[in-house]
């Protein structure tokens, strides 16, 4: 596996299908490698920046009740 991905490659790895999700977490602060006319992200940075954004969700009974 590639350490940079293209923004197509981000989007399957991150598992989201809309290119507005990744400019949503693009302007969060998932850094972009700029190279010339190509534009990357690390897989790293993408570990890094969704690590950052993880938190703890108390079930509520909603959930607890789909599960």
């Known amino acids: 596996m590639t350490e940079y991905f293209s923004f197509k490659e981000a989007m399957k790895y991150l598992g989201v299908k ?3 999700t990744l400019n949503y977490y693009i302007k969060l602060g998932l850094p972009v490698v700029i190279a010339g006319n190509s534009k990357r ?3 790293t940075a993408i570990d890094e920046f969704m690590k950052s954004h993880t938190v703890t969700v108390h079930p509520t009974k909603e959930m607890v009740n789909n599960e």
């Open 41 to 43: 992200i690390s897989k």
């Open 18 to 20: 809309s290119h507005k």
